[in-house]
């Protein structure tokens, strides 16, 4: 395991039990996902359950947050993940860059553990300043929760409701430890800027009526780009409807790529007990160089980065966002009680630029259940794309399963 300046068990001992805080709660909880296919980038071969079509991983987060005063919290997540020597024996893959060498592909790091939480909070009133090691959730840049061991970042930021109905966000973001290409975190967990110097976002989230939420953010990329997110929801008697615009626009000083927008409208109905029905469609411009999506897991080409567009595919991210590109998603979901919660996905994805031609379409079935504090998953994943498995279908069968250490 890679040794910090103090081990993960001691700072987290450090937030918990080095001062006798009575407001402290720990959380946390322990993962296993397996993930295996039957196609392969090239059309080669490849068998579901085979070792080297198969990727497994374990991880594990406790963390530790804890009130010092009536005006200051503070708190620690700890992560670590390890391949349990699966790798030689059932999956040669990963979840989690955090055990590759990025310059050469392999397992250099079979256990590993990082800090990937430790921040301190204030209250003055209806304003809250946090700076530190934290999760984020804005449009464009954002936490992405779907692996064995987030993503998540270095900065600071101040949160204010004192106008009615409406929050107020602003934010400095530095550092951030993702990746992309389906790895989300980089070697050992590292930390690294984003873009050159950062970014600095600005959010507006308003909810004076009360089944419509309105928002909107700006960021700005220093010698990079300046982009901006639009979004409104609506749900009342079992209708939700929202509208998402979103662009990017890199600084004409520096770059002479394109500005890149994007379009997306979603419908809904929640009005049956257990049952929701959805349909989306996004479009984003032909001439467009920037994908919109997560800044933070996009360091390469884009691929793997998760979109908060609606037609976001289940398992195929880093599609949606690209230039030329028309999405359509319908997805359906029922909880059925004492049994299961299930779930069908639809994705289909049309890409056509003078760069790039494509056509994916993906269904996904899935079926979860807990059981006290474990949470299981069972997905199916059926996809066709003409750049992956030399444009043949292929399955994927994926097992998440999750242990709650916390009630």
Avoid: C
């Avoid at 061991?149 to 409701?161: Q, S």
């Avoid at 970014?199 to 419509?212: H, I, M, Q, R, T």
């Amino acid at each position: 395991m890679k040794i910090a300046k103090m081990s993960l068990v001691s700072a987290l001992l450090l937030g918990s039990s080095a001062y006798a805080f009575e407001n402290t709660n720990v959380s946390g909880d322990a993962r296993f996902f397996y993930s295996t296919i039957d196609g392969s980038g090239d059309g080669s071969k490849a068998d579901l359950f085979g070792k080297d079509s198969s990727i497994a991983d374990a991880g594990v987060n406790l963390g530790v947050t804890t009130e010092i005063d009536e005006t200051f919290k503070a708190g620690i997540k700890g992560y670590a993940v390890t391949t349990l020597g699966l790798e030689k024996q059932i999956a040669t893959g990963v979840w989690s860059g955090a055990h590759l060498d990025m310059d050469t592909g392999d397992i250099e790091y079979p256990t590993t553990g990082w800090i990937g939480e430790a921040w301190l909070e204030a209250a003055f009133g209806n304003t809250i300043a946090k700076a530190g090691r934290m999760e984020l959730d804005t449009p464009l840049v954002f936490t992405e929760g779907w692996g064995v061991a987030p993503n998540t970042f270095e900065a600071g930021t101040v949160i204010n409701t004192d106008l009615p109905d409406t929050t107020l966000t602003a934010a400095w973001i530095a550092n951030g430890n993702g990746y992309s290409e389906f790895l989300l975190t980089d070697t050992n967990g590292d930390f690294s800027a984003l873009g050159d110097q950062g970014a600095v976002a600005f959010g507006v989230v308003n909810n004076s009526f009360e089944p419509l939420t309105v928002q909107g953010w700006y960021y700005e990329m220093p010698k990079y780009a300046q982009a901006y997110w639009l979004q409104a929801d609506f749900s009342m008697s079992g209708i939700v409807a929202g509208i998402q615009y979103a662009g990017m626009n890199p600084d004409e000083n520096l770059s002479t790529a394109d500005d890149s927008t994007a379009l997306a409208f979603k419908l809904g109905y929640e009005g049956i007990e257990n049952l929701g029905l959805y349909a989306a469609y996004s479009t984003t411009d032909e001439d467009g160089d920037q994908y919109i999506g997560n800044i933070a897991t996009r360091p390469g080409a884009g691929w793997g980065m998760q979109s908060k567009l609606y037609t976001e595919a289940w398992w195929n991210f880093g599609y949606v966002g690209g230039a030329g590109t028309d999405s359509v998603n319908v997805t359906a979901t029922y909880n059925m009680p004492d049994v299961a919660d299930f779930g069908l996905f639809y994705t289909n994805i049309e890409t056509d630029t003078t760069a790039f031609e494509n056509t994916l379409n993906e269904v996904t079935f899935t079926a979860g259940k807990s059981f006290g504090k474990l949470d299981t998953l069972f997905a199916y994943i059926y996809a066709e794309s003409d750049d992956f498995n030399a444009g043949d279908a292929y399955s994927t069968v994926q097992f998440y399963l999750t242990y709650n250490f916390a009630d």
